[in-house]
């Protein structure tokens, strides 16, 4: 190793050391097994161990050799300090709150490991490192939480009911930590060429794949309405995607003048492909299973061969031209359209293409979230058990009252919402839209990732579409076999897990009134 | 207290075949009304009709609630007659509301089925949070953004829920999927869950099939209770005597789709063409016991 291999990268350190440390801090939250107290003897421990660590560190690591001559240089060992104390700082909150132990101490190693990397490894090698230990961690974390929460509500959940509660908010708590855990990371990761600006890892062709991954789980949780809750086959939904896409360029191009941008044909394309699901929805409220899944196949291949067919309107196979979307009317452009302000002038800074895509990343991800969010409250809401009972039995749903003429429109309405914004998203990142990129091989790749990943499951689609959109990236060479994999993915996930890679899991109630067992009228006198 | 239920001359047809013939009865309010017959007899064609299965091809149901009088056989075509700049709504009303099963549950007839149709990937407190819909509130920001009135419903519906499964004695199994509970716990399950929607009426299609003697004996406690304490009206079809004749005020005999008798359990059991019915003619050596079973 060189002599200078020490190069300090202190914002990396203090914002991936906060983002742990915020994680913890948030487990904590959720956990709430802690009071103030815990707080400040965490804090006085982790001190303690800090001030032994800097008695160690000064001497051995502090002193420099540099040409010819020792340097006393005392931030490098004030770094290796705060490691140290951050990292005592988790264990020990680990050890109080005596919950995900296991999981808060490999976060801790995180830290360790990465301070170490930072410490000892030249610059381009650390951060391949550094990242390949968060995203193996990341995943670790992921399967861990995942399937062994899984795993005890299934085997002991049946047996003993009172242990439901105890065993629903450690999950909870544990999934809350690795919600905060995995959002934080994929908040910062855009912002890492920045930092990080002599040797980024992170380039702008890994944004667009991430945003385009991002977009793919829009369009999952919005196929999962239909597909996942109200169990409706549709294999046309690339045709709300395109309503979407052409939606934007279409408004952008005649409404543009009216200062309709971005953020205004966001709302308008929801609605306008929401109204199309509407439209779809009529003709086929009677159909079941391979009829609907017949025509609903149509209506995609129909929308697909009007936009190719209306060369006036959408320019045909040609393709159109979407605007890229803006910060608040600031471009992300070199050079302004008349009339506009780009961004980096605007804050004068030195112009770089990666801002925009790390703005239509943030973009996707919020919107991806949010989707997310909504899916999952929906999926909690009565019309989302209706849409389940529907799936279940259509009549029995009907003789307890239900509406089902509804219930089905509003399933396939609110799906088309979400692939609209995900077509508005998608022409928006790529700049260019036609009628090739929505064809009927979309539709199955978006319906693969729904049941892949588990019909009406999250966290399943979401692990989906992450493995559906990047190892096709990153198996580009063998493109061509890429359906012949889908395939067979399909079919060992159809032997293997029936249920989709991850089986939703239902939600549990708790009785929680004083009132339990006040009344049994009827079986009570029995015994 | 009147008729809750006015059946007159019902007749249905498939194809070639009169599956119920000019069938006519009163059901009183609050009454435990059993309906039985041989196989074939037409018992559960009756009550599809009743509940908007199927629509009969003469004759008249009305249902009676609080002094009204619907007819389940006819659309609700009144609202937009005569209403020129209406039809478009009317239309669309129609287009929403027209389904006979779902309306006919919104006058609060409820029904359980023969072989039992529970949601069966939802849990046993999922399946009763379903019939409460109607009741509930469904708007879709309310429920996103979790405003306090939505939370409120919500509460409001799973106590209701909790009630019903702990009236049922299912309270220890509200979290497991209604596919996976044993028969028994199904058949209440699915009681309980047509209880849920707060019905006038509820139809009851052999709810005693397959329960042992205890689980009938609580099931006969069950729904003299919901008559009583309840205050509501119970349609049955039943071959399980011990059912039919312990608890029901009167009873409905149909044999190749006619009412061949109907009065209280105990002239209904002297009826000489009941009788007939079920044992056959004297020359007749038909095996009675297996017809009684059957």
Same mark, same amino acid.
């Given at each position: ?527 | ?156 519906? #799973? /106590?209701? =829920? ?7 004695? @299912? ?6 999927? &209604? !596919? ?8 209440? #399950? /699915?009681? =309980? ?7 006038? @009426? ?6 005693? &099939? !397959? ?84």
């Amino acid at each position: 190793m060189e002599i200078d291999f020490i190069i300090f990268n202190i914002p990396v350190i203090i914002l991936e050391q906060g983002a742990l440390a915020a994680g913890f801090l948030a487990s904590l939250f959720y956990i709430r097994a802690l009071d103030l107290r815990a707080y400040g003897e965490m804090i006085k421990d982790a001190a303690i161990v800090g001030a032994i660590a800097m008695v160690l560190f000064v001497p051995i690591v502090g002193l420099v050799l540099k040409d010819r001559s020792l340097v006393f240089q005392i931030e490098r060992s004030l770094m290796l300090v705060g490691a140290v104390a951050v990292g005592r700082l988790h264990i020990s909150g680990a050890v109080r709150a005596r919950v995900g132990i296991r999981i808060l101490w490999r976060l801790a190693l995180v830290g360790i490991s990465e301070t170490f990397a930072f410490f000892f490894f030249p610059e381009p090698q650390r951060n391949l490192i550094v990242l390949v230990v968060l995203v193996v961690l990341a995943i670790v974390f992921a399967l861990e939480a995942l399937l062994r929460s899984g795993e005890k509500l299934d085997s002991i959940g049946s047996k003993i009911m009172g242990a439901w509660p105890a065993v629903i908010s450690r999950a909870k708590g544990r999934q809350g930590y690795l919600m905060f855990f995995l959002v934080g990371l994929l908040v910062l990761l855009p912002f890492e060429p920045f930092i990080n600006s002599e040797n980024p890892f992170i380039t702008d062709y890994h944004l667009g794949t991430l945003t385009q991954t991002l977009i793919y789980i829009l369009l999952a949780m919005g196929l999962n309405i239909v597909v996942g809750l109200a169990g409706l086959l549709d294999l046309g939904f690339v045709a709300f995607y395109a309503v979407g896409a052409y939606g934007y360029a279409l408004i952008t191009l005649h409404l543009g003048e009216f200062g309709i941008g971005f953020w205004w044909a966001l709302p308008i394309t929801a609605s306008l492909a929401a109204f199309a699901g509407c439209m779809l929805g009529f003709p086929v409220l009677r159909m079941h299973g391979d009829y609907l899944a017949i025509v609903t196949l149509g209506f995609g291949e129909i929308i697909r061969i009007l936009l190719v067919n209306m060369i006036d309107f959408t320019n045909g196979p040609n393709g159109m031209s979407a605007p890229r979307p803006t910060l608040m009317g600031l471009e992300f452009t070199r050079r302004a359209k008349e009339g506009g302000v780009p961004l980096h002038e605007y804050f004068d800074i030195p112009y770089d293409a990666t801002y925009r895509y790390v703005f239509i990343y943030l973009v996707a991800l919020a919107l991806a979230l949010a989707a997310i969010f909504v899916f999952r409250r929906l999926r909690e809401m009565p019309i989302g058990r209706a849409w389940e009972a529907l799936r279940e039995d259509e009549t029995a749903s009907k003789a307890l009252g239900i509406n089902h003429t509804t219930v089905k429109l509003s399933a396939f309405t609110l799906g088309a919402a979400f692939a609209g914004v995900g077509g508005v998203l998608f022409a928006a990142n790529e700049g260019f839209i036609s009628p090739s990129s929505f064809t009927f091989v979309e539709s199955a790749i978006i319906l693969s990732i729904v049941v892949l990943g588990g019909m009406g499951s999250i966290t399943g689609v979401i692990i989906a579409a992450a493995i559906l959109t990047l190892l096709p990236e990153l198996f580009r060479d063998l493109q061509q076999y890429r359906m012949l994999g889908f395939g067979l993915a399909m079919v060992f996930i159809m032997i293997w897990r029936p249920g989709g890679l991850i089986k939703v899991r239902r939600r549990a109630f708790v009785r929680r009134d004083s009132a339990r067992g006040a009344s049994n009228p009827a079986l009570g006198e029995a015994d | 207290m009147g008729p809750i239920v006015i059946v007159e001359k019902v007749s249905i047809r498939f194809g070639g075949l009169l599956a119920l013939n000019e069938v006519s009865f009163q059901m009183e309010e609050r009454h435990i009304q059993a309906i039985i017959g041989p196989n074939g007899a037409g018992k559960t064609t009756l009550f599809n009709c009743l509940t908007g299965f199927y629509k009969p091809t003469e004759g008249s149901i009305v249902l009676r609630r609080d002094g009204k009088s619907y007819h389940l056989t006819q659309p609700p075509m009144g609202s937009f007659r005569g209403n020129p700049a209406g039809w478009m709504g009317g239309f669309l009303r129609n287009l929403f509301t027209s389904n006979p099963i779902h309306r006919t549950a919104l006058l609060g007839v409820s029904r359980t089925y023969q072989n039992i149709r529970l949601f069966a990937q939802m849990t046993g407190i999922e399946n009763l949070l379903v019939a409460q819909h109607n009741s509930v509130n469904h708007k879709l920001l309310s429920g996103i953004f979790q405003t306090p009135g939505f939370l409120r419903s919500e509460k409001k519906a #799973l /106590e209701k =829920a909790w009630y019903w499964l702990e009236f049922m004695g @299912l309270e220890d199994t509200a979290n497991i999927e &209604a !596919g996976n509970l044993a028969y028994g716990l199904q058949r209440r #399950l /699915e009681l =309980a869950r047509a209880m849920a929607t707060s019905p006038r @009426l509820i139809c009851l299609d052999e709810p005693a &099939a !397959g329960l042992n003697r205890q689980e009938i004996e609580d099931l006969n406690r069950v729904i003299v209770n919901l008559r009583n304490e309840h205050k509501i009206s119970v349609l049955l079809i039943e071959h399980h005597m011990g059912v039919v004749m312990n608890i029901s005020d009167r009873v409905v005999v149909l044999d190749h789709g006619e009412v061949i008798s109907e009065g209280t359990p105990a002239e209904v059991q002297k009826d000489p063409r009941v009788i007939k019915a079920y044992l056959g003619e004297e020359e007749e050596d038909a095996p009675p016991q297996s017809r009684r079973e059957a």
